[in-house]
């Protein structure tokens, strides 16, 4: 089965695929994957080829990473979506015998009713981070403003909300991996049912180097972010078994 990991660009999506790769996700040769640069020294952990592939679902329908389409109701019956097909199906044939494998790109959050039509059996990865957080980083690197940064975090999150069920998701907090980096692999590990190596648990560590900002869900209101956004990421705080107290963030259900 497929992992798809997801979510809003700058929300944790590169340090997440890391430690699963470490943990024996496959995400295909290592040539293929996008080097690091200095806005992500670790690595992006990208597959060059769903990448690229991806970008151009968005365009044959209309839209790039920072203008989302809408894709038709009846896609699989589209000319659009039968020109890319064969083009997909061929990509994922060289994952065969790969498992656990899966590839992680922002874009997935947008491209998830193409891909589920070719591979109905997966499972999610949701990265979630705070939307201010998230919009200060892409400001950082000139790639949006305000308020267009909030509300494409809103547009992502909602659209793998809207084409996934609970059952084919696991929505993980970036803060967690701060505060209880261990308890939150594992919780990821147990969802995609890949088993957990003591070893790889002692080699990786989640640096606080790449923690540069920090809000709370109050900041946000006195910030005058929209309701929709606050109680669309409210809600996903939720399903990541996560909320803040006394102005610090802590993670239910995981090991203190």
Not at 54 to 78: K, M, Q
Not at 112 to 134: H, Q
Not at 166 to 175: F, G, I, K, M
Not at 226 to 245: F, P
Request: with cysteine; charged share 25%.
């Amino acid at each position: 089965m497929p992992v798809y990991i997801a979510g809003m660009h700058r929300s944790g999506t590169s340090m997440v695929t890391q430690r699963l790769h470490l943990s024996g996700l496959y995400l295909g040769p290592a040539r293929q994957l996008m080097p690091a640069t200095a806005d992500n020294e670790d690595g992006y952990w990208e597959n060059l080829k769903f990448v690229t592939l991806n970008d151009e679902i968005l365009r044959e329908f209309g839209g790039t990473w920072d203008l989302p389409p809408t894709f038709p109701p009846r896609l699989d019956e589209d000319a659009r979506f039968q020109r890319l097909k064969a083009k997909a199906e061929s990509l994922l044939r060289k994952f065969t015998g790969h498992e656990p494998w899966g590839w992680k790109d922002p874009r997935n959050s947008l491209t998830l009713p193409f891909w589920r039509r070719l591979l109905p059996s997966f499972k999610v990865v949701v990265c979630l981070r705070n939307p201010y957080e998230v919009y200060l980083s892409l400001r950082q690197r000139r790639f949006c403003a305000h308020p267009l940064g909030l509300t494409l975090w809103r547009i992502y999150n909602q659209a793998i909300l809207d084409h996934t069920s609970r059952a084919q998701r696991l929505v993980t907090h970036y803060d967690a991996h701060f505060q209880h980096p261990r308890a939150e692999l594992q919780r990821i590990l147990d969802f995609l049912e890949i088993p957990a190596r003591p070893e790889v648990f002692e080699r990786q560590a989640t640096r606080p180097r790449l923690r540069h900002y920090h809000y709370s869900t109050r900041e946000l209101r006195e910030l005058g972010v929209k309701t929709e956004v606050l109680d669309l990421y409210q809600r996903m705080c939720g399903e990541a078994d996560y909320a803040e107290s006394g102005g610090q963030t802590k993670a239910f259900g995981s090991a203190s």
